[in-house]
């Protein structure tokens, strides 16, 4: 028990590491205010592999980590939007829909995309640098469909690797 436990801990921090990196290393910025990246591809996959709670602490983890080696102010309402999008699909996977086929995944990284990046990001950057909804909401609806679709293909797709369902069956 406690060796699946560990392993389950390692995984997620190795998935709050690569959330660091695409999202604070590998991202495209668009202009000063936007920024395209895979950032939430770790955080997703987690929450599928090792469930919501984990998945959660690797939002938070990976947010205030990344934040600190970038020098980028803490938001404490984009950090609570970052665990929350490693809570969403682990939830939704297993207690609502209680499988993981393609569709359900997709649905699952989608919908938190939207509650996540769509909303509740929208509104920390709003309130935290005063940036007009009118601006905000078209570019960050673009640029998060886009991203939360191919996330969450790219999750269904690995999903169905050897390696994860190892992972996921040991964990």
Do not use: W
Not at 13 to 42: C, H
Not at 105 to 127: D, P, Y
Request: proline share 4%; hydrophobic share 55%.
């Amino acid at each position: 028990m406690k060796n699946k436990n560990l392993r389950a801990i390692i995984m997620t921090a190795i998935l709050a590491a690569m959330s660091i990196v695409l999202g604070k290393f590998l991202q495209i910025p668009i202009g000063d205010s936007f920024r395209i990246s895979l950032e939430n591809l770790p955080l997703i996959l987690a929450s599928f592999m090792f469930g919501p709670i984990l998945g959660g602490a690797c939002g938070l983890v990976a947010d205030l980590l990344g934040c600190v080696l970038r020098g980028y102010a803490i938001i404490p309402l984009i950090t609570v939007a970052s665990c929350v999008m490693g809570i969403i699909p682990g939830l939704l996977t297993r207690y609502v829909f209680k499988k993981d086929t393609t569709l359900f995944v997709m649905i699952s990284g989608f919908t938190s995309h939207v509650i996540c990046s769509m909303i509740i990001k929208t509104i920390a950057l709003h309130m935290a640098y005063g940036m007009p909804y009118a601006t905000l909401i078209p570019t960050r609806v673009l640029i998060y469909t886009v991203t939360g679709l191919a996330e969450s293909y790219i999750c269904a797709l690995l999903l169905k690797r050897n390696f994860i369902k190892k992972q996921i069956l040991h964990a």
